[in-house]
Nanobody, 125 residues
Framework: QVKLVESGGGLVQAGGSLRLSCAAS????????MGWFRKAPGKEREFVAS????????FYSDSVKGRFTVSRDNAKNEVYLQMNKLKPEDTADYYC??????????????????WGQGTQVTVSS
């Protein structure tokens, strides 16, 4: 069973930076892609970024493009989300997810098979 564990969340002032990490274990084959999503109180889960495990395109939501950078270390089975120029509206629980099949939009959470427990990010104004 694949297990995903996020870390790196915390409290930061607006304009600051955080780096989230997601460590995967229990894999028996390489996934298609990894994604980052977030959920703020009272809002629906929102796509943040996705990165293919091998070759392919990286996608970002418009709300984070230019401020966030997703990357991976295949040897460590880890994926990262570097978040710069943070805004109060970035406050949310952040989740990493793994999808095994290339079917469907990378922005659609239902196409992902495994999810981490989430890490909280709070940006103060």
């Amino acid at each position: 069973q694949v297990k995903l564990v996020e870390s790196g969340g915390g409290l930061v002032q607006a304009g600051g930076s955080l780096r989230l990490s997601c460590a995967a274990s229990g894999r028996t084959f390489s996934p298609d892609a990894m994604g980052w999503f977030r959920k703020a109180p009272g809002k629906e889960r929102e796509f943040v970024a996705s990165i293919p495990w091998d070759n392919g395109y990286i996608f970002y939501s418009d709300s984070v493009k230019g401020r966030f950078t997703v990357s991976r270390d295949n040897a460590k089975n880890e994926v990262y989300l570097q978040m710069n120029k943070l805004k109060p509206e970035d406050t949310a629980d952040y989740y990493c997810a793994q999808r095994n099949s290339p079917s469907g939009s990378y922005r659609e959470p239902t196409t992902y098979d495994y999810w981490g427990q989430g890490t909280q990010v709070t940006v103060s104004s």
